[in-house]
Every structure is written in C-alpha cells, then in structure tokens.
RNA sequence: GUGGCUGUAGCUCAACGGUUAGAGCACCGCGCUGUGAACGCGGGGAUACGGGUUCGAUUCCCGUCGGUCGCCCCA
C-alpha cells in the first residue's frame, strides 16, 4: 500500500524547506525590525470560537473533532481568533500599542487550488489599542517592507486601500437595504474580475432599481485620488463618508512619509469578505500574471469587545506563504541556494581514514560544519563530492599524516591550497589560504 | 461541496488502438590511484488506482484518487 501527501498538503523535501524558512525567515526580520514581538497559541482550539465570529456555516470548513471527553474542537484556520482570546486575557496589563506578530500554521477544509491550499502558514501582523490612522498607516507599511525587502517593487505589487465607513455610507446614499447590503458588498468585491456588464448583471440579480444601480456603477470603479474626491463630493452630507474619506487620505498622505507611498492607491473594489472590518481596509496585490490578492487586512474596532474582550481596537493583516511563493516565483525573486557547508575532509589514502574523523570530530567541536565521503575512494571522486557540496573548503589528510602531522587545506572558491600543520590549521580553521 | 480540463520515471516531454512504453535533465556505478569541468560507457526508475470495451488499451468508456480553472467560500 502507498500513501501520498493528502489532498490540499505539501511534503516539504530539503529544497522545499530551504525556501520555507527562508521566506519565514523575512517575516521575522520585518516584523522584528517594525517593533513587533512574536506570539503563539495552540495549533487547535475549542470549535465554539470560531462559531462566535462565523456562525455554524463555518464549521463545514474546518477541520474538526471531538476529543475522548466530548468537546468539540478545531484545528485552527486562522489566527485572529486565538490572538482575541489572548488579548482578551491580560489587555489591561499590556503596554499601548500591543504590536504582535505570528507565523501560525493552518488548516482550512477547502477545495484547494493554485495560491490555496488547505494547510498553510501565515503571517500575522496586528497593531491593538490604537485607534489613530498612524496604526493603519505602519500595519500597511509592513506588508510594503517585506515587498521590498524580497524585491518586489511598485511595478510588481500594489496595495489598494479603502475605508468600509465610505462603503457603508454609499450604499446608505443609495438606499440600498440591510437586507442586500452584503450581496452588494460582494459584488463590489469582485467588481474589478468582471466587465461592466457582468457587474451590471450581477447587481441586477441584486434586485437593486435603476438609480441604485446607477449610483454603484458611477462609483464602483473609483480607484485614484480623483475617484476618492468624486465619493467625498457625492456623500458630503454624510459625516460618516467623510471622515472615512479623511481617514484615507491621512493613510495615503503617512505612507508616503514612510517612502511607499509609490505602492498604496484608494480603490473602492476593495471591501473584504467578511463583517467585522470596519474602517480601513486593504489588499496587496501581485500586478503580474496572478490574478490573487497576496495578503490583505484592515481594522476591527469591534471584534475583540465581540469576542469577550475589552473594547479595544486594532488593526492588522495576513498573507500566506504559499501565494507569496507564487508571487515571488513569477517575477524570479526566490533565494538561490547557499553554501552552508564550511568543510569537507578527505583522505589522500584509505589507510588515514581515521585521522579523517578526527579532523572532522575536531572542526564539529569548533562549531564549523563538517562532513566527509562515506566511500573510501580516490581523491578526484572526493573532490567531486566536496563540490556537490558546496563545502567551502576541503581538507586533504595527508597520507604520511602519523609523521609528518601535516594536511592540505584548499579555499573552494579563490582555488587556493596551502600545506599546514595539524594543530596549526585546527587552532584557526578559517585562516586565509595563500 | 459542485462543474470544466487534466494525470506517462524525481523533473520536462515522446509513443496511429498493435513488438519489450522512449529521450533529455537528475540520480547511482565505471572509465579516473592526488584535485572540482567536460566527455564516454553502463545501471536503477513510469503509464495514479480499480473496473469495462477489444484478439490486443498509455491511447476509448466508467468510477475513485490527485492536480488545475471557475462556482461556493475567502477568516
């Protein structure tokens, strides 16, 4: 019987768990040199919490169990959760602003497709207790550091911003009920994917009338400083619509402070799957061939008062590592492969095969990395292997070690060698080679 | 979960329904007993799985599984 990897997993071999690390290793150092601080929770959590924020629909997609005792639980299929729970916990003893990051592993019980599958790690970045637009200004700014700290510039990747107080006010201007307001969201959502027809056609499944569906068509492509003006203009009663159009506008005007502004524009097509965003929202999105947003967040002033916690608000966003593989793919950005391998030590006869683990015991001891031919076999086909490698340098026990107490020290690289003195090379095994 | 497309070696691809399913790259061995390349020779390794049609199936049909695209969903 063979088993495979099941659907939606990926095995991670050597190379894979090269690129693995590495991209995670990015998250780490933007989210460290940005002033955040990495949390964790358990990799599965009572069913209940996610039901608090989803309903009972959500259970379908998750995976889940009922342990010995009766309780239902869930492997988690994201963070956000977890993270609400624990701030929820000690909010009043954290210093302001509480600036968390997370790399969590997940598990979604979804259909998968390409840049989705259904175990994955995300990145987590969350801004809690500060309620001005400098919050949302920094979160978005993150995302745009590790943009560039991978290499990807204005001409590969986007973010569009929005704010749901705008959304919110414009379907209020147009009369559009409670009742439609969310299939209307959608609709915005996907706006941009669709020609102008099959919009038109997808608000008239809606129900909506005629001036309603006017009004949509008029603003639903907005998507520059000029489309934000023409909102602002329209809603200018509204003071809703217009201190979220301020709040954009002082998201844009601080991002460009931080030196991206080159990055961020406002886009109305922007809204957001689910309920509980409530003011800025935003999405990265790759400007090549992938038509996916590549991480995306906004601000939920509500969510962790909904989920037992204090009322405290917060920001934050994710993105996954394997769309992020995608994007960076695309445009050939991904890392190529080190050398980690400081030596590789060989015998110039079979019959100092010892002396060789000793070398090599000895460079371990040392903290160097340190490896050896398994087969006793010519020095060529050593040299062969030490290059396969990609060791730095190769060692050559001499084959009059015992008496001569001498070895060859080779510097890969420069194709340098020199003949030193055991104890001499072992006192300082990275000694420049003349 | 649902519909379309798809599945040949680790990877990229061949093979009219017909001999023992081929090739490149990769891997292993040898040429090669003092230095990484190149080359040459050799080797292992595949029709995803299960049925059906047929004298004969990698090829045609059905189912399962996986991948992929769209829908649902996108936390």
Not at 228 to 252: H, K, P, Q, Y
């Amino acid at each position: 019987m063979q088993f495979k990897a099941p659907k939606g997993t990926r095995d991670f071999f050597p190379d894979d768990m090269v690129l693995r690390r590495w991209i995670m290793k990015q998250w780490d150092d933007v989210s460290l040199r940005n002033g955040f601080v990495e949390y964790d929770g358990p990799i599965f959590e009572d069913l209940d919490l996610y039901r608090v924020k989803s309903g009972d629909e959500i259970v379908d997609q998750l995976f889940h169990f009922t342990d010995r005792g009766g309780r239902g639980l869930a492997i988690r299929p994201e963070m956000t959760p977890t993270l609400a729970r624990m701030i929820a916990v000690r909010a009043n003893a954290l210093p302001k602003p509480i600036k968390w990051y997370s790399q969590p592993r997940l598990c979604r019980a979804e259909r998968p497709q390409r840049g989705r599958l259904r175990e994955f790690f995300q990145w987590n970045v969350d801004i809690i207790g500060e309620s001005s637009e400098i919050a949302d200004a920094e979160c978005i700014f993150v995302l745009i550091d590790f943009m560039r700290k991978v290499g990807l510039s204005p001409e590969h990747v986007e973010v569009k911003l929005n704010s749901r107080a705008i959304v919110s006010a414009l379907l209020d201007a147009a009369q559009i009920s409670i009742q439609q307001q969310s299939a209307v969201y959608a609709a915005l959502d996907k706006r941009d994917k669709l020609s102008a027809e099959a919009f038109e056609a997808l608000l008239a499944k809606i129900d909506l009338n005629t001036s309603q569906k006017n009004i949509l068509a008029q603003f639903a492509d907005a998507c520059d400083a000029d489309g934000l003006d023409r909102i602002a203009e329209f809603l200018r009663e509204s003071s809703v619509a217009t201190e979220g159009c301020d709040a954009v506008r002082r998201v844009l005007d601080l991002l460009d402070a931080f030196g991206v502004g080159g990055y961020c524009r406002f886009d109305m097509g922007v809204v957001r799957g689910l309920a509980y965003y409530t003011g800025i929202v935003f999405e990265a999105f790759g400007k090549g061939g992938l038509k996916r947003a590549v991480g995306g967040g906004g601000r939920y002033d509500r969510l962790i008062e909904d989920m037992g916690g204090p009322t405290i608000g917060a920001v934050g966003f994710a993105t996954s590592d394997v769309v992020l593989a995608d994007l960076l793919n695309e445009f050939d950005r991904l890392p190529s492969q080190e050398c980690e391998l400081d030596f590789f030590v060989i015998d110039a006869d079979p019959s100092v095969f010892e002396t060789v683990l000793h070398v090599t015991a000895s460079l371990r001891e040392r903290g160097m990395s340190a490896v050896f031919s398994y087969q006793r076999q010519g020095v060529g086909k050593q040299f062969k292997q030490a290059a396969a490698k990609n060791a730095n340098r190769v060692v050559i026990v001499e084959a009059d070690i015992a008496s001569t107490r001498k070895i060859s020290v080779k510097d890969m690289a420069h194709s340098k060698q020199a003949t030193l003195e055991l104890d001499a090379f072992l006192a300082d095994p990275m000694q420049q080679i003349e």
